[in-house]
T-cell receptor, first 114, second 112 residues
């Protein structure tokens, strides 16, 4: 499979625990994006990387959230001290800059905080 | 705050009819416009992209852009039950950066 891969697909955690999600982009794509989608809403931009550099972070990305993309390949998104409001689908997308015509989305990680 | 507005629906059309989905955006400097389709529990998949005023056709899909009115639409001809999904309008501030601002999506139901 050469698409964007996310792991795990589902995660249930207790409030206050830390969780980490992984995204493997399409291999030649140098840009990687994280979005969050809650039920009935469109995805909201969180952050994006070009290679290993994190170029922009949304105000939505509180101090409890951190994202990394070491070596410019896969990326991780960590949420510390999870809250019930963090329950959402976390989507990763990748694109080829500057000529790529679109961003391709992974299947997402559904997080449920209980 | 930059916004993208869509009617959440559901929009119900009979099989074979034309479905018309609409979207308005607030940032006049937006450069790139996209329609994504999202089936329940799945990730968004690109249907159409459009960058300049006018119409762009791809098979049964036509995207229309009017930057002066800050309006973008998607027409689906000969609608099929398999088109039943949520259609997300996405706007990007520049070409090449997919830091999308999404609308809430319009749920389309095609009735057999």
């Amino acid at each position: 499979d050469t698409g964007v891969s996310q792991d795990p697909r589902h995660k249930i955690t207790k409030r206050g625990q830390n969780v980490t999600f992984r995204c493997d982009p399409i291999s030649e794509h140098n840009r990687l994006y994280w979005y969050r989608q809650t039920l009935g809403q469109g995805p909201e931009f969180l952050t994006y990387f070009q290679n290993e550099a994190q170029l922009e972070k949304s105000r939505l990305l509180s101090d409890r959230f951190s994202a990394e993309r070491p070596k410019g390949s896969f990326s991780t998104l960590e949420i510390q001290r999870t809250e019930q409001g963090d329950s959402a689908m976390y989507l990763c997308a990748s694109s080829l800059s500057p000529s790529g015509p679109e961003a391709f989305f992974g299947q997402g990680t559904r997080l449920t905080v209980v | 705050q930059k916004e993208v507005e869509q009617n959440s629906g559901p929009l119900s059309v009979p099989e074979g009819a034309i479905a018309s989905l609409n979207c308005t955006y607030s940032d006049r400097g937006s450069q790139s416009f996209f329609w994504y389709r999202q089936y329940s529990g799945k990730s968004p998949e690109l249907i159409m992209s459009i960058y300049s005023n006018g119409d762009k056709e791809d098979g049964r899909f036509t995207a229309q852009l009017n930057k002066a009115s800050q309006y973008v639409s998607l027409l689906i001809r000969d609608s099929q039950p398999s088109d039943s999904a949520t259609y997300l309008c996405a706007v990007s501030p520049d070409s090449g950066t997919y830091k999308y601002i999404f609308g809430t999506g319009t749920r389309l139901k095609v009735l057999a």
